[in-house]
């Protein structure tokens, strides 16, 4: 049904209704389009391009009959592209022919984006040489061509078949026709996880997953026909793909794609001039856009949701300082399509992820040893398919009995508020007692809050575990923490053993710190110093 121009679409419609998740992509899609218009304006691009309704339902059925050539209904097609029209058409081309789309992280490195390849069992990547040159990834396109046939959209365009033309002008009028049946079911896509503890998974979502949690977004967040949504975050992060590209489609509002979050001058003079009202960022993004914008940069803003890493009480103070705009801490993981929570205006608690969203199961399973919280376990529609593993090639392994393990900890504070403690992975046995490492992060962030730290465990055969800070404060060090956490009643235990001080903590596409990358920063100061 339309949703009402002005009104808040959680108002124009019922609560979360999973019967709107049971349809494809493109049918969903194409529905929108009959809602608000063909011709209405949806998406802008990087270069300031403006597509309307028709132009991509027309391109994604022209792209979908070039791009699907020489595979088969239910191959994988690698994606290689940053946020723009671009990403977001070859996605909606491929999976309305009935491939799934691999959206590839190129920020991974060589190992990584090869190991997704071959996970999905992918033997095309498409990609485009203008991305290529701009992001100076020419050795990794030379490596990538060894694994899978490239195809460059600038060559598809310019040779496009009068078949494919023919499925474009026939599909603006009667899309039914060209596109694919397929049942909601069917794989949507394949995402592959940051990494940020290890090896990267392959997670399958269907059609009815990301539909599902576009529609339980939908009924959790006061959202207007009339918003601007501006979204820098990766179209391979799955927060990116279905909350910033796929989400404003289809509830109507007009969506600004910018190519990369790390560019904070050009995404606040873009917020800017477009009058954006929704910003999708990260706290480690949304500290450095505050930091470059203007008094009146950001004044456009009503929100901003900030995802995939914990928002610091820095960060908050921060813009509230600068600019009046409300930041809503979400939680999410790529195998729940990814939203499982969010605060809301009017229900806003810092220090908590928010509410779970409508429709979305939980369990919270104790934990040896760690006596606040247990594991986070969900189940309902927007939960992946299944994991793709390296040693079982394009095979999905779904999860047991549809529950999914997040390994998080978390626990349920007042009001049915969520709150996240950390990863299982994050926390150390020190002295026989669990610690968590977020704990250590956020009492270094407390006393040093203008710097970045990340703290890691190292094994020590005397205590289990020993922990160390990495920090950009040049002038960290322990004994000024210590005294820190003694004032604040905070554990001991929780003050890492060594500091080490560095010039930036690495960061992955995504905005989340690279552990990996801080364990070999470390590794590199203990051959010389060890612990």
């Not at 950009?472 to 322990?478: G, L």
Request: net charge neutral; charged share 20%; glycine share 8%.
């Amino acid at each position: 049904m339309p949703f009402k121009k002005g009104f808040a679409l959680a108002e124009a419609i019922p609560p979360f209704d999973p019967a709107r998740a049971r349809r494809t992509i493109f049918t969903a899609l194409v529905e929108a389009a009959k809602d608000f218009g063909l011709e209405r304006k949806i998406l802008v691009d990087g270069d300031e391009r403006v597509f309307t309704y028709r132009e991509i339902i027309r391109a994604s059925l022209a792209l979908g009959h070039a791009l699907t050539r020489g595979t088969r209904v239910g191959d994988s097609v690698g994606v290689m592209l940053p946020t723009g029209v671009g990403s977001v058409l070859a996605w909606l081309a491929l999976c309305t022919y009935g491939r799934v789309p691999a959206m590839l992280n190129f920020t991974a490195g060589l190992q990584n984006v090869r190991a997704a390849i071959r996970m999905a069992r992918a033997t095309r990547v498409v990609t485009a040489h203008r991305f290529i040159a701009l992001g100076k990834l020419e050795a990794l396109e030379q490596e990538l061509a060894r694994e899978a046939q490239l195809i460059y959209l600038e060559d598809v365009r310019d040779s496009l078949s009068l078949a494919a033309k023919a499925a474009a002008a026939v599909g603006s009028f009667a899309p039914a026709v060209v596109a694919r049946r397929q049942s909601p079911d069917r794989a949507a896509v394949a995402l592959f996880t940051s990494g940020t503890e290890g090896e990267p998974k392959g997670v399958v979502l269907s059609h009815a997953n990301i539909l599902a949690n576009v529609e339980q977004v939908r009924a959790h967040l006061a959202i207007y026909e009339t918003d601007v949504l501006f979204n820098p975050l990766p179209t391979f992060h799955c927060f990116g793909l279905t909350v910033g590209c796929l989400m404003p489609i289809l509830l109507g509002v007009t969506a600004v794609l910018h190519p990369t979050p790390r560019q904070p001058h050009e995404v606040v003079r873009r917020i800017r001039e477009h009058g954006a009202t929704m910003l999708l960022a990260t706290d480690t993004f949304m500290s450095q856009y505050v930091r470059a914008a203007g008094d009146d940069d950001l004044s456009s803003l009503r929100l901003a949701v900030c995802g995939a890493e914990r928002l610091h009480d820095e960060t908050r103070q921060l813009v509230k300082r600068k600019c009046d705009v409300e930041l809503l801490e979400g939680y999410g993981v790529t195998e729940a399509s990814p939203v499982i929570a969010s605060n809301q205006p009017g229900a806003n608690q810092p220090g908590t992820v928010g509410h779970f969203v409508q429709g979305l199961e939980h369990r919270i399973v104790p934990v040896e040893g760690i006596r606040e919280g247990g594991r986070l376990i969900v189940r309902g529609p927007n939960v992946m398919l299944g994991y793709l593993q390296p040693a079982e090639p394009g095979k999905i392994h779904p999860p047991p009995g549809g529950w999914h393990d997040t390994g998080d900890i978390v626990s349920m504070e007042d009001g049915g508020y969520l709150a996240i403690r950390g990863r299982i992975r994050r926390f150390a046995k020190v002295g026989g007692e669990t610690v968590s490492l977020t704990v250590v992060e956020n009492c270094a962030s407390a006393l040093w809050p203008d710097y970045s730290h990340a703290a890691i465990a190292l094994p020590e055969d005397r205590r289990g575990e020993a922990i160390v800070l990495v920090s950009t404060n040049p002038h960290a060090t322990r004994g000024e923490l210590l005294v820190w956490v003694r004032n604040h009643e905070v554990s001991e235990l929780a003050v890492p053993r060594r500091v080490v001080a560095v010039e930036e903590i690495p960061v992955l596409g995504s905005g989340k710190t690279d552990y990996p990358g801080v364990a070999k920063i470390v590794a590199r100061h203990t051959e010389t110093s060890p612990v």
